[in-house]
Every structure is written in C-alpha cells, then in structure tokens.
C-alpha cells in the first residue's frame, strides 16, 4: 500500500506540472477566438485541482523512488495522462465517446498518431493544437521531463529515466547528473523544432500548420490538421523538409546532443546505429520507387520516387503522415513499409517498434552462431561500432522479440475474433504497437480507425501503450515477483 502512495504522490506532481500544458491550447484560442477558451480552463482547473488534492491526501509518503516505483509510476504515468488529457475533446467535441476520445489521446502521447477524427480541416484551432502538442511532448516522453523538473520538488530521477528509456544501451548518460541529461536532451529537441517549425514555413505551410506538423514531425507523432493528411499541400518543399526532420527525429537524440555540445557533425559518422537506418530507408525509397513505377502506379520515375519516398520515410521512421492512399498501391510496397516501421527508428529516438539496434544485434547474433557451428572453440565477442556488446544484452534483446511477436501475434487474433478482416487487423496493431500510425485495409490512409468498434479500439489502444512502453515496462507489473517484497 506504501509504494502505491508514494507512487501516487510522484503522479500529482506530474499532474499540476502537466496542467501548464494547457497553457499552449488557451492562448491559441484567444487568439483565433475559436469557442473553446472555456473547454480548456476548466480542464486545466481539472487537472490542477486533482494533482494538488493527490498531492495534500499523500504528501506523507513522498520518498525516494526505486526502481519497481519507477515502473509503476511509468505504466500509471501513461494511463492517467491520456485520460486527464480527453477533458478538452469530450467537452468541446459533443458526440466524442470517452473510448474515442481517450484513444486520440492515447495515440497522440504515444506518438501513434492513429486518429478517429473526422473533420480536422474545420476543427478548432485550439483542438488541433492540443493534439499536436501532445505529439509532441509524447516525443521526447512525459517522463523525461519529469526527470527534469521532479528532482526540483524533492523526488529522484535515475528510477523513471531507466524504466521510460527505450533502447538496450540506455544505461549510458550523457553527462554525470541525469536532471542535467534530461534538461540537455530536451533543448536539442526544442532546437531541432524550432528549425522544423521556420523551415515548414518557408515551405509554404501558414504559421498555425507550421507548428503542428512540426511537432507531429518531431514526436513522430503523425497528426495533422487536415483528413487528407501532407496530401493536403501537395507540396513538394514541405515534403522535403518533413523528410529531413522525420529522419532526424528516427536518429538517437543523445547523437544530436553530442554534436551540438562538440559541433562537429563528423559524429554522425560514429553513430552506427544512426547510419544503419539511414541506409535501409534511402535504399528502401530508391526500391519502392522504381518497383512502383515498374507496376505503372505512377506514370514516371520521379514521381513515383517522390511518393514512395515521403511515405515510406513516414511509416519507416513510425511517423504516420500520408501524402497518397498507400493503400491503393502493390501489396508489396505497403507491406514493406510496415515491415521498416518495425526496425528503422533508432534507440533514443522518438520512434517505436524494435529499433534498429535491436536489429542489429540480432543481425550479428546469427552471424555468431554460423560461425559457433564452423568453430565451436572460437570465441566471437559482438562488437557494434567498435564496442563489445555483453551477453546479458544480447539475451534481454531476444526476450524483448519474443514477447514483441507473441504480443502482435495475440493482439492481432483479439481482433480478427472480433469479425475484423485479416489485412485490417494484422496491420492495425503493427501500426499501433509501432507507435506508427495507419495500417491498411479499413484502418488505411484514406480512413482512420474511428471505423473500428469499441472492443477493437480498446485493443489498439493497448497495443499503443505496450509499444511505447517497450512491453517489458508494462507486462512486469503483471508478474507476481514485482509485487513481492
């Protein structure tokens, strides 16, 4: 009961620091003068009042957080937020169930960027925005800042930063204190925004467009303010330029934090991680593009090359922003799009699904077992861009796969019980656990999943929160070992 309170106590924190998010949203209603200044107060009043009352009925149990505390108040953290997060859709969206309503929310903090809505380009400004913002600050993660604000108010770190970041190598730090990491990763990110948000615009994207797909670009998010999605500009600058950041936001952000701190981009060339998805992605898009163009789906190379570029880097780096309905196209060239949102993101980064480090060493893991066959003396230490990799990762990693298939693969059944066709829901949680946005069949770019029944969005919506929370983070809280003493 202890460790319930005082992980309770660490969440209204959370909470009334979470309530100034809604500062973005008011100001831009005021602004546009959209009808939904009201809305949004009362939901920051919400939010505030629940934090602080949280905060006055369990101030006794603050302490410091171990590490089944860090687990805990991760998976808590994740579910409480989207659902403090609805107050604004369910009171200016009439109509908007709760199950809708709290899986846009879910979808936007994950940086799924799956959606229900209908109706984006006349939706109010301030809705849009919100949305957009909780992309973004899914992003870099909630708990991430928290490890920077929270040591401030008296309550340790190192616990969530170990149990939120995603990756086999994110025991490493970036510098000796992990608020100062924490603090150092997230100015990067506010930087790389900041040029994604002037670049959009130069583009050709107005100010308000500019900033929310900039923050869906950077979360990785996907939202956007209009149904048909990027297809919408029909654009190529703006294509080009979401590229660029899409790519950027799939690389590890302590890469970028390094660069910045050294200025030298020479870095970049030590990211093996970083270059390896590179590789895959261009040399996918160069693939699609002539295989496409091949199948006579556009009438010339460049164009196919343009459109299976922008949305293969989109699916590939677990974004989920369109610019054509993928869906209409060769099954191949979808499915392997799916397939890349599955390994290209780096760890570190605001992407989901395996990541490619993963990859990776399951790569040179059955390179080690061709050569244990050939010679069963030799010892073949794994090293990835010069570094041995232990075997305890190597064995965490194929653990990590095992649960990752056996999650697809019984999330997937949980649908097709449910009368949803196979293409439909195989690729519906692929997207979803990916954190990557649309599948195909009736969850495809033309359509959203709003299509989907409440069972099956509940489904999904669990499959988002598994793929961010890399499943470990959450199926352990499941076992009874974390609840003995």
Known sequence: ???????????????VVFSIAY????????IYGDGTLIDFALAMLW??????????????YQGELSIRHGFLLVVVMWTAMPAFATLPLLLALPGLS??????????GLTTTGATVLTGLDTMPQAINLWRHELNWLGGMGIIVLAVAILPLLGIGGRQLYKAETPGPMKDATLTPRITETARNLWLVYLGITIACIVSLKIAGMTWFDAVCHAFA????????????????????????????????????????????REKSLRLYLHDSEGIATILVV?????????????????????????????????????????SEDFNKWPI????????????????????GGIKMIRTMILFKQAGREFRKLLHPAAINPMKIGGHVIPNNIVFSVLGFIFLYFMSVVTLTFALLISGLDFISAFSAIIACINNAGPGLGVVGPASNFGVLTDFQTWVCTLAMLLGRLEIFTLLIIFTPRFWQR
């Open 1 to 15: 009961m202890q460790r319930a309170l005082t992980v309770l106590h660490a969440l209204s924190l959370m909470l």
């Open 23 to 30: 500062v973005m949203p008011i100001l831009t209603s005021l």
């Open 47 to 60: 939010t505030f009042a629940s934090g602080l009352l949280m905060w006055i009925l369990t101030r006794r």
């Open 98 to 107: 709760f199950t809708d309503a709290y899986f846009e929310t879910m979808s």
């Open 217 to 260: 670009a950077m979360g990785l998010g996907g939202f956007s303010t209009h149904d048909a999605s990027v297809g919408f500009f029909n654009s190529p600058a703006i294509e080009i330029v979401l590229i660029v950041f899409m790519l950027l936001a799939a690389m590890n952000f302590a890469t970028h934090f390094l660069v910045w």
């Open 282 to 322: 261009l040399a996918s898009c160069l693939g699609i593009g002539f295989y496409l163009w091949w199948q006579g789906t556009y009438p010339s190379f460049w164009t196919a090359l343009r459109h299976a570029s922008f949305n293969l880097v989109s699916l590939a780096t677990d974004c989920g922003f369109a």
């Open 332 to 351: 191949f060239a979808p499915l392997w799009m799916l397939f890349l949102s599955c390994i290209t993101a780096s760890s570190g980064s605001t992407g």
